[in-house]
């Protein structure tokens, strides 16, 4: 069974920085591309972004390119998002999502996702 857990959200000031984890269960990440979504109240979820290893693809909303940076840690089974220089507007929940074996050559949409975790708030204060 796939599980997704993320942690490491929280409440931080603007231009701080924060890295959100995503352990992950059941599978191994040769088999599946891993995404990082979130969730801005009032607002639909939108794509961050997402990487795949089998593909060797890497791929980040446009509002983040340049400061959030996602990586993986086999030994760990982690996904990492990495966010730097935070901005109000980066207020969100933040959840991961992961599916088997599909070829993103593009940033991912929720519906290409089948397995996803709770999610975890991340909140940036002016």
């Known amino acids: 069974e796939v599980q997704l857990v993320e942690s490491g959200g929280g409440l931080v000031q603007a231009g701080g920085s924060l890295r959100l984890s995503c352990a992950a269960s059941?599978?191994?990440?040769?088999?599946?591309?891993i995404g990082w979504f979130r969730r801005a109240p009032g607002k639909a979820r939108e794509a961050v972004a997402n990487i795949s290893e089998r593909d060797g693809s890497i791929y980040y909303a446009d509002a983040v390119k340049g400061r959030f940076t996602i990586s993986i840690d086999n030994a760990k089974s982690t996904v990492y998002l990495q966010m730097n220089s935070l901005k109000p507007e980066d207020t969100a929940i933040y959840y991961c999502?992961?599916?088997?074996?599909?070829?993103?050559?593009?940033?991912?949409?929720?519906?290409?996702?089948?397995?996803w975790g709770q999610g975890t708030q991340v909140t940036v204060s002016p």
């Open positions: 999502a992961a599916e088997y074996r599909i070829l993103l050559l593009r940033l991912g949409r929720e519906d290409d996702f089948g397995s």
């Open positions: 059941g599978f191994t990440f040769d088999e599946y591309a």
